[in-house]
């Protein structure tokens, strides 16, 4: 009985899905081949079709709907690196949600690092900062001036109850 009732409600669920139409971004412009050969490694074979998949699941109108699994150490950050740089391209702000305290600020180092060449800021949320410091990140998030913020699970409680940034307009 349950077992029908989830069924059923994900069935309906991707039906509506199926019916909204989502934000197509734009294809590779110079910027992004210029951030993706920036990459200091070379890329695996099914990295660069995640990548593949990721954009071209980016550019539809459709929303997206994909999880990318792998082993640690098999690239995943850089699959994400690459997509929130296309969403940043086009002007949008990205989210980056983590399990962990550690792995929040580990991917903040790591994206810092990344992105530090190309004008994108760049922040995290967590309990390493202080309460002034996360409240400033928020007021700057909030203003738009945050391109990607990386965080906990403290980031989506964040992202509920404040109000929407400029970009969202």
Same mark, same amino acid.
């Given at each position: 009985? *349950?077992? /029908?009732?989830i069924?059923d409600?994900?069935?309906?669920?991707?039906a509506?899905?199926?019916?909204?139409?989502? =934000?197509?971004?734009?294809?590779?412009d110079?910027?992004? @081949?210029?951030?993706?050969?920036d =990459?200091? #490694?070379? @890329? $695996?074979?099914?990295?660069? *079709?995640?990548?593949?998949? &990721?954009?071209?699941?980016m550019?539809?109108?459709? +929303? /997206?709907d994909?999880?990318?699994?792998?082993?640690?150490?098999?690239?995943?950050?850089?699959?994400? /690196?690459?997509?929130? =740089?296309?969403?940043v391209?086009?002007?949008?702000?990205v989210? &980056?949600?983590?399990?962990? $305290? &550690?792995l929040?600020?580990?991917? #903040?180092t790591? =994206?810092?690092e990344?992105?530090?060449?190309?004008?994108?800021n760049v922040?995290?949320l967590? *309990?390493?900062?202080?309460?002034?410091?996360?409240?400033?990140t928020? @007021?700057?998030?909030?203003?738009g001036?945050?391109?990607?913020?990386i965080?906990?699970?403290?980031?989506? #409680?964040?992202?509920l109850y404040?109000? +929407?940034? +400029?970009?969202?307009?």
């Amino acid at each position: 009985q *349950r077992q /029908m009732c989830i069924r059923d409600s994900l069935i309906k669920l991707y039906a509506e899905r199926s019916q909204l139409k989502g =934000f197509a971004f734009s294809a590779d412009d110079s910027n992004q @081949e210029e951030f993706d050969n920036d =990459f200091p #490694y070379v @890329e $695996t074979e099914d990295q660069l *079709r995640s990548i593949q998949e &990721v954009k071209k699941d980016m550019e539809s109108s459709r +929303p /997206m709907d994909r999880l990318l699994v792998g082993d640690v150490g098999f690239g995943k950050t850089e699959v994400a /690196m690459r997509a929130a =740089f296309k969403a940043v391209n086009d002007h949008k702000q990205v989210a &980056v949600l983590v399990p962990t $305290t &550690v792995l929040a600020q580990q991917h #903040y180092t790591n =994206f810092k690092e990344r992105f530090n060449d190309f004008a994108v800021n760049v922040e995290v949320l967590s *309990r390493f900062r202080s309460k002034a410091e996360q409240k400033q990140t928020l @007021e700057k998030l909030q203003k738009g001036q945050v391109d990607i913020i990386i965080g906990t699970h403290r980031l989506l #409680y964040c992202l509920l109850y404040t109000s +929407p940034s +400029p970009r969202d307009a």
